[in-house]
């Protein structure tokens, strides 16, 4: 890789981590000067970046009113998986590489569905608030996950991770669903350790996986096709006491939809780590459904995960500088 051409400027449009210790020592040991901004708005991210060279982008808009205003820029590396906040079309346009970090939070995300799914099947967020308002004995039955049947939406990175997760836990089978999947892909990608645990997982139909599993979980990107591809009607196809877990992205389900379902008893429970509005609205349902655990779209942090975030997005802007730079 050629070396980044001298004076090059990248910066940080909106810093969520405290610090930016770990790209400062990768963009300037690149000899790439870091600025940090505080953008809450596109005119704010035009402003910012208006002479960078790179922007290293979180949650800050970049549309193409902003992206118009870039006159320097050639590089947008997006701290996470999602490119839900920058315009692709205009970046494009403008001749802009846009970088994105996949596979970072895989394990964290599975590991946060799984959560999900013990906290709901266990009943554990009921217990710990009756017990924290002084209750004990709480009459809330829980659920066996062996011999139940699991459900994953999708068959991404977060998808596998989930799936070899849950391999050992002793459900009846797991079924997949997604627009590509087969047989042969899930015997590559699970095939061996699930013989080795005597554990089935095969494809489903959307609509068969729906009726049969006890627990679904989604792990499906949003786009035209996936928005409220879970609404009142998939919902109404699902078992009354399933539970649907959400670690996607919240526009996929229906929620009002979803906190109908839940109201009537025509669905056990919800775990959701991510809503169409964030932050979650106080006048939402979600929050006073006694069945429905929610966290705060924090299924792929941990320490480890959100230190190889900020590497590898500084990783991207130093690598797209570079490749510019030999054009």
């Not at 909106?14 to 005119?43: H, M, P, T, W, Y």
């Amino acid at each position: 890789m050629s070396e980044v051409e001298r004076g090059a400027v990248a910066v940080i449009t909106d810093n969520r981590f405290g610090d930016s210790d770990i790209e400062r020592s990768i963009l300037e040991a690149a000899g790439i000067e870091l600025v940090v901004a505080k953008c809450r708005s596109s005119s704010e991210v035009a402003a910012a970046g208006r002479e960078a060279d790179a922007l290293l982008v979180n949650m800050a808009s970049v549309d193409a009113a902003a992206i118009e205003s870039l006159e320097r820029c050639r590089v947008i590396a997006r701290y996470g998986v999602g490119l839900d906040n920058i315009d692709l079309d205009a970046a494009r346009r403008r001749g802009i590489s846009v970088a994105n970090v996949p596979g970072y939070c895989d394990r964290e995300v599975a590991e946060h569905a799984l959560g999900l799914i013990l906290a709901s099947a266990r009943g554990i967020a009921r217990r710990d608030r009756a017990i924290r308002e002084g209750a004990w004995n709480v009459p809330a039955i829980g659920r066996r996950l062996h011999g139940s049947t699991l459900g994953i939406l999708g068959f991404g990175g977060t998808a596998k991770a989930l799936a070899r997760a849950a391999l050992g836990l002793g459900f009846k089978e797991i079924l997949v669903w997604s627009p590509r999947i087969s047989a042969e892909r899930i015997g590559a990608e699970l095939g061996a350790a699930a013989a080795a645990l005597g554990a089935a997982v095969r494809p489903a139909g959307f609509e068969e996986i729906l009726g049969a599993s006890d627990w679904l979980s989604i792990h499906l990107p949003l786009k035209p096709e996936t928005r409220g591809i879970v609404g009142a009607r998939e919902l109404a196809l699902m078992k009354d006491d399933a539970t649907l877990v959400n670690i996607s992205r919240g526009a996929v389900v229906d929620e009002e939809a979803l906190a109908d379902a839940l109201a009537a008893g025509r669905l056990g429970g919800a775990g959701l780590d991510v809503f169409t509005a964030e932050p979650l609205p106080q006048e939402s349902r979600l929050r006073s459904l006694p069945g429905v655990v929610l966290t705060d779209h924090s299924a792929y942090a941990s320490r480890e995960s959100i230190a190889d975030l900020r590497r590898r997005t500084a990783e991207n802007a130093v690598r797209g500088l570079a490749e510019k730079t030999d054009q």
